[in-house]
């Protein structure tokens, strides 16, 4: 404070630099704002790929089930008297 009251040449560099300071410092925490926001957004689409991902699998296990155990099909068209 006593910086920006004093004329000397020594007070007002002392200033100015304060000033670039307190500027860097505001972009600086502007900068990690906006990286903290794009954070989370990943974030949160690697949550739903998760569930993607695990939905997935679900359906596989289920298809490998179904391989597993397949039930016999009744034959469709002709039939001749030997098919039953």
Same mark, same amino acid.
């Given at each position: 404070?006593?910086? =920006? ?8 560099? $002392? ?7 307190? !500027? ?5 925490? !502007?900068? !990690? ?7 989370? $957004? ?13 939905? $997935? ?7 490998? %089930?179904?391989?597993?155990?397949? %039930?016999?099909?009744?034959?469709? =068209?002709?039939? %001749?008297?030997?098919?039953?």
């Amino acid at each position: 404070m006593l910086s =920006g009251i004093l004329n000397s040449d020594r007070a007002i560099s $002392v200033n100015i630099q304060i000033m670039r300071i307190f !500027t860097r410092i505001r972009q600086m925490l !502007t900068d !990690t704002l906006s990286l903290k926001l794009e954070i989370e $957004v990943i974030k949160d689409k690697l949550q739903n790929q998760d569930k993607n991902i695990e939905l $997935v699998f679900s359906y596989l296990d289920e298809l490998l %089930t179904k391989q597993e155990d397949p %039930t016999p099909r009744k034959r469709i =068209g002709f039939k %001749t008297n030997e098919e039953d």
